[in-house]
T-cell receptor
């Protein structure tokens, strides 16, 4: 079945450091790929998405590129801020399905 | 656009009691979803509605769980005879119509945190 694997957390960085959170997936065909973010005490918010191979999703300085050949969708940000501290979830949506499949989440803490 | 709202935000109940949660989707979103999230895990799909029709149910949705969306607007999720293992965050999400530009995006509410004692 479809699955998403994220790098284990927690991840702790200093402000202005470079961030990478790895995400790989298993699916048939060409799923849509998403990154959601969950700030403390809040619900999931869509951060970015990509719907086909080689697409790059970007938002708020975060980027992720849909790599079909490596079945990956790694999240990157060049310079993190304290306000980026949250839990990040990678997810996929298989074509023809309505069911989002999530990874376990990666908790990011950014220290000043 | 007001977002997806859920009520209550927190619910504490004793084992064996019934509980009901409500979800109000973004207006004009015809698709509605329920997920369950346990501590340290990503959300897991429970069920999906298109308008008032329940089109998909996960095997996670045991006989004690029932979801409705009677008029194709708000939805309720009821858990009967709650067990300690039901303790989790219950998330609701909605999506616009299939041919909308953001049709593949699910917008989540803040969740209802259930604690079963």
């Amino acid at each position: 079945g479809n699955s998403v694997t994220q790098m284990e957390g927690p991840v702790t960085l200093s402000e202005e450091a470079f961030l990478t959170i790895n995400c790989t997936y298993t699916a048939t065909g060409y799923p849509s790929l998403f990154w959601y973010v969950q700030y403390p005490g809040e619900g999931l918010q869509l951060l970015l998405k990509a719907t086909k191979a080689d697409d790059k999703g970007s938002n708020k300085g975060f980027e992720a590129t849909y790599r079909k050949e490596t079945t990956s969708f790694h999240l990157e940000k060049g310079s993190v801020q304290v306000s980026d501290s949250a839990v990040y979830f990678c997810a996929l949506l298989q074509g023809g399905s309505e069911k989002l499949v999530f990874g376990k989440g990666t908790k990011l803490t950014v220290n000043p | 656009d007001t977002g997806v709202s859920q009520d209550p935000r927190h619910k504490i109940t004793k084992r064996g009691q019934n509980v009901t949660f409500r979800c109000d989707p973004i207006s004009e979103h015809n698709r509605l979803y329920w997920y369950r999230q346990t501590l340290g895990q990503g959300p897991e799909f429970l069920t999906y509605f298109q308008n008032e029709a329940q089109l998909e149910k996960s095997r996670l949705l045991s006989d004690r769980f029932s979801a409705e969306r009677p008029k194709g607007s708000f939805s309720t999720l009821e858990i009967q005879r709650t067990e300690q293992g039901d303790s989790a965050m219950y998330l609701c999400a909605s999506s616009p119509r299939t041919r909308s530009p953001s049709a593949d995006t699910q917008y989540f509410g803040p969740g209802t945190r259930l604690t079963v004692l």
